[in-house]
Structure formats: structure tokens, C-alpha cells
């Protein structure tokens, strides 16, 4: 199976089991149905003259065209709450499709009348990924959202965090100003009697008086303000 595609097999429902049910975007399912009998077309691949190959060949589209009729009547899709109005009915081998579809060229439009998808491994694959696709792009929208969601908390986070260290700030400075004005009083008023009892020899040991501080706290940007 694709990257990225959900399925389950053998789902039971009302109106039978398909092999494998295949899970789209949006809570939607897909029934898949791989019992298209083969006995006939492997019987015409062996038979020995144009006869009974061609007798073999009749038998395998009138299967195949059996199929469709009962896959139709069976309605897998009605047993699903979301699911597109058709089955897909998987035939493993591609050249036998096509040998069905010679014998009766009717086939195919009666099948997509039928609501049943004749897919063989190349177009289910081609499905498939377009499935995986739509997974992928699911993915990236519910991310979208997801990393705005994420940034609309963090911005709310973020804001009051900001005006606390701003109120932090102003804080700081108003503790640096209250000391620089500690420092001048010292200045002004103190230092000149500890100068003078230095000069009288009172003390031996030289004073190391306190600095100002001349640096402020820095601002956070006007945008985060």
C-alpha cells in the first residue's frame, strides 16, 4: 500500500464483506472487492486451438460481467456512513481486462452504470496515490493549523512575559538611579571628612569608596514593548 493510505480488510457490513475498504480524507471509505473470477481466462491462456480459446475468452468476460452485476446489486457503499457511490472491483491481471472488455465492449459503461470501478494493479496504484495525496494535503492543512494555534498561545505567553521584564527594567534603573544619588550624598557629604581624618593619620587602611554605576538597562525592541 501507499505511503500515507489508511485501509482495513474485510469490513462486515449489511449487505456483505468487501476485501479491503480504503479510508479517504474527510471520514470517507472506499470498498474494494478482489474476487473477479480468473478460472476462464487462465483455461483460454492453455487452451491448444482458436476455438476453445475463444470459447474460454466468452466465458471470462461473461464472469467478469457477472461480477460487476452482483457487486452492483450488492451495493457495499449504502453499509458505509461516507463513501462514494461506487465499488472498485480489483482484477489482478491487466491483459485480462482488456481481453474482457474485446469480447464485450459493452462492459465497461455498463460497470460504471453499476456504480463498480474495473481497476487492474497499475490504475488501483494510480488511485492510490492520488489517496496518499489527499492524505498529504490533509496533513499540511491540519499542520497549518496546528503551528498557528501554536503561535497564537505562545504570542499570548510571550506578551506578558515582555511587560514583566520591561517592569523588571524600569525597576533596575530606578534601583541604579537610587544608588548613583546614594553615591553623590556619599560624595558630597561623607568623603570630604574621611579625606581629612585620612590626612590626620586616624586610619592606616585606605578606603575603597563605592562607584556609580554608569550603565543603564537596555530597552526591548519597540515591537515587543
Given at each position: 500500500?501507499?505511503?500515507?493510505?489508511?485501509f482495513?480488510e474485510?469490513?462486515?457490513?449489511?449487505?456483505?464483506?468487501?476485501?479491503m475498504?480504503?479510508?479517504?480524507p474527510?471520514?470517507?471509505v472506499?470498498?474494494?472487492?478482489?474476487?473477479?473470477?480468473?478460472?476462464?481466462?487462465?483455461?483460454?491462456a492453455?487452451?491448444?486451438?482458436?476455438?476453445?480459446?475463444?470459447s474460454?475468452?466468452?466465458?471470462?468476460?461473461?464472469?467478469v460481467r457477472?461480477r460487476?452485476r452482483?457487486?452492483?446489486q450488492?451495493?457495499y457503499?449504502?453499509q458505509?456512513?461516507?463513501a462514494?457511490?461506487?465499488?472498485?472491483?480489483?482484477v489482478?491481471v491487466?491483459?485480462?481486462v482488456?481481453?474482457?472488455?474485446?469480447?464485450?465492449?459493452s462492459?465497461?459503461?455498463?460497470a460504471?452504470q453499476?456504480k463498480v470501478?474495473?481497476?487492474?494493479?497499475?490504475?488501483?496504484?494510480?488511485?492510490?496515490?492520488a489517496?496518499?495525496?489527499?492524505?498529504?494535503?490533509?496533513?499540511?492543512?491540519?499542520?497549518?493549523?496546528?503551528?498557528a494555534?501554536?503561535?497564537?498561545?505562545?504570542?499570548?505567553?510571550?506578551t506578558?512575559?515582555?511587560?514583566h521584564?520591561?517592569?523588571l527594567?524600569?525597576?533596575?534603573?530606578?534601583?541604579?538611579?537610587?544608588y548613583?544619588?546614594?553615591?553623590?550624598?556619599?560624595e558630597?557629604?561623607i568623603?570630604?571628612s574621611?579625606?581629612?581624618l585620612?590626612?590626620?593619620d586616624v586610619?592606616d587602611d585606605?578606603l575603597d569608596?563605592?562607584?556609580p554605576?554608569?550603565?543603564?538597562?537596555?530597552?526591548l525592541?519597540?515591537?515587543?514593548?
Open positions: 500500500m501507499e505511503r500515507y493510505v489508511a482495513e474485510q469490513v462486515s457490513g449489511g449487505s456483505g464483506r468487501p476485501d475498504v480504503v479510508y479517504l474527510g471520514g470517507g472506499l470498498p474494494v472487492d478482489a474476487k473477479t473470477p480468473m478460472t476462464a481466462y487462465w483455461n483460454a492453455e487452451a491448444g486451438d482458436d476455438a476453445t480459446y475463444k474460454y475468452m466468452r466465458a471470462h468476460a461473461q464472469a457477472g460487476v452482483e457487486l452492483g450488492k451495493a457503499w449504502s458505509f456512513e461516507k462514494p457511490e461506487f465499488v472498485v472491483m480489483f489482478p491487466e491483459a485480462s482488456a481481453a474482457a472488455f474485446e469480447e464485450e465492449p462492459l465497461l459503461d455498463d460504471l453499476s470501478l474495473i481497476t487492474t494493479p497499475v490504475t488501483l496504484l494510480a488511485f492510490l496515490k489517496v496518499a495525496y489527499g492524505w498529504q494535503q490533509q496533513a499540511v492543512s491540519e499542520n497549518a493549523r496546528q503551528i494555534a501554536e503561535g497564537k498561545e505562545l504570542y499570548q505567553r510571550i506578558p512575559f515582555f511587560r521584564l520591561n517592569n527594567r524600569r525597576h533596575i534603573d530606578q534601583t541604579v538611579e537610587s548613583n544619588q546614594s553615591i553623590g550624598s556619599l558630597r557629604r568623603l570630604p574621611v579625606n581629612r585620612q590626612e590626620l586610619g585606605e569608596a563605592p562607584q554605576i554608569d550603565q543603564r538597562t537596555r530597552s525592541p519597540e515591537t515587543l514593548d
